[in-house]
T-cell receptor
Framework: GAGVSQSPSNKVTEKGKDVELRCDPISGHTALYWYRQSLGQGLEFLIYFQGNSAPDKSGLPSDRFSAERTGGSVSTLTIQRTQQEDSAVYLC?????????????FGPGTRLTVT | AQKITQTQPGMFVQEKEAVTLDCTYD???????LFWYKQPSSGEMIFLIYQGSYDQQNATEGRYSLNFQKARKSANLVISASQLGDSAMYFCAMREGPGGATNKLIFGTGTLLAVQP
């Protein structure tokens, strides 16, 4: 079956612009996660969705970052007024349920470059 | 606080030999899961193997096995009969159990494995 998909695969934007990153999880997966991977910080958790609600937003680095999920499926991560330090690969993952025994399946990521 | 430590930034192994990638963890939650992911140069994170904190047996998946030593809080990945295609970055990760807030993954810094012909 289809895996997690993300779009765009690459995004170059100018400092100060807003960007939207999209994630399509595996069908039927109720849990959705956003992570960020950068050279200096490694892999960091950003936000977790269970259905359409986000019980844990603790990893969002600033109020410029927000995310939503609609229909228990597609999620969008929005970064407003982008800064150069936002440059990273943004990874989305989904799992069947929010349980420690369920593996998370990752998408290919969106590489964001802020110039 | 939860923490995953991978002390080997890079490893070399000869093709067809076995290799062990180290991972230690720290958590106060009695229920947790440990995961290993592979990230080749293409960038995608590929799930390899899972070990639950209450599992009695060490997990195995094909050429991958997990040497789980709970008392030492270590969960080393063993890759048998290495292949050239095993060259990649390997991440150890932990997720706390149902008592945790989100079951988010906490990742180690990774080990870059190079398989030599």
């Amino acid at each position: 079956g289809a895996g997690v998909s993300q779009s765009p695969s690459n995004k170059v934007t100018e400092k100060g612009k807003d960007v939207e990153l999209r994630c399509d999880p595996i069908s039927g997966h109720t849990a959705l996660y956003w992570y960020r991977q950068s050279l200096g910080q490694g892999l960091e958790f950003l936000i977790y969705f269970q259905g359409n609600s986000a019980p844990d937003k603790s990893g969002l680095p600033s109020d410029r970052f927000s995310a939503e999920r609609t229909g228990g499926s597609v999620s969008t991560l929005t970064i407003q007024r982008t800064q150069q330090e936002d440059s990273a690969v943004y990874l989305c993952a989904s799992s069947l349920a929010p349980s420690s025994s369920y593996e998370q399946y990752f998408g290919p990521g969106t590489r964001l470059t802020v110039t | 606080a939860q923490k995953i430590t991978q002390t080997q930034p890079g490893m070399f192994v000869q093709e067809k030999e076995a290799v062990t990638l180290d991972c230690t963890y720290d958590t106060s939650d009695p229920s947790y899961g440990l995961f290993w992911y592979k990230q080749p140069s293409s960038g995608e994170m590929i799930f390899l193997i899972y070990q639950g904190s209450y599992d009695q047996q060490n997990a195995t998946e094909g050429r991958y096995s997990l040497n789980f030593q709970k008392a030492r809080k270590s969960a080393n990945l063993v890759i048998s009969a290495s292949q050239l295609g095993d060259s990649a970055m390997y991440f150890c990760a932990m997720r706390e159990g149902p008592g945790g807030a989100t079951n988010k993954l906490i990742f180690g810094t990774g080990t870059l494995l190079a398989v030599q012909p």
